[in-house]
Antibody
């Protein structure tokens, strides 16, 4: 059974850093397109970042230069390192596995982890 | 950035009725459009990909159509579990989502 379990969210002050984890089971992270999508409270979905199976990574303009997506293949885990956090980064962060559309449509999602950026 | 505009913002219907949700792109996305359903407190669920293909396990009452800039998600006969928020997503030029349509019980 495919499962994605996010962790690492919490309350952080503006300018701070946080690392989110997404532990995967039932498939291999290294051979899949893996993404982070976020949702601010009461708002819609916003794509954040993707890592392709070949290692390429891409970011939304809103997080470029501040966030880094990575994988630990030995732990079958996806990460999102978030630096220089801002209030507008407050959201539930979902990791998602691309299983359709060549990896760009998300057939599996985690339950999400809440990041709150506030002083 | 391609902007996706969904309409209406809220749709009030009764079980058994037909629902028609719209998604308009600011420029052509070919058929690179997906639809997701999200219920409160849950992660989104993929319904339709590449405009008209149902994802695995999605009931046949859900159908998608359109190409270019105008797309439609149709639910032929609403079941109680279909009342949720629906998002469209394009993958033609990076990835963006629409702002969502809330389908509520009338």
């Amino acid at each position: 059974e495919v499962q994605l379990v996010e962790s690492g969210g919490g309350l952080i002050q503006p300018g701070g850093s946080l690392r989110l984890s997404c532990a995967a089971s039932g498939f291999t992270v290294s051979s899949n397109y893996m993404s982070w999508v976020r949702q601010a409270p009461g708002k819609g979905l916003e794509w954040v970042s993707v890592t392709y199976s070949g290692g390429r990574t891409y970011y939304a303009d809103s997080v470029k230069g501040r966030f880094t997506i990575s994988r630990d293949n030995s732990k079958n885990t996806l990460y999102l390192q978030m630096n220089s956090l801002r209030a507008e980064d407050t959201a539930v962060y979902y990791c998602a596995r691309g299983t359709y559309c060549g990896g760009d449509c998300y057939g599996y999602w985690g339950q999400g982890t809440l990041v709150t950026v506030s002083s | 950035e391609i902007v996706l505009t969904q309409s209406p913002a809220t749709l009030s219907l009764s079980p058994g009725e037909r629902a028609t949700l719209s998604c308009r792109a600011s420029q052509s996305v070919s058929n690179y459009l997906a639809w997701y359903q999200q219920k409160p407190g849950q992660a989104p669920r993929l319904l339709i990909y590449d405009a008209s293909n149902r994802a695995t396990g999605i009931p046949a009452r859900f159908s998608g159509s359109g190409s270019g800039t105008d797309f439609t998600l149709t639910i032929s006969s609403l079941e109680p579990e279909d009342f949720a928020v629906y998002y469209c997503q394009q993958r033609s030029n990076w990835r963006t989502f629409g702002q969502g349509t809330k389908l509520e019980i009338k």
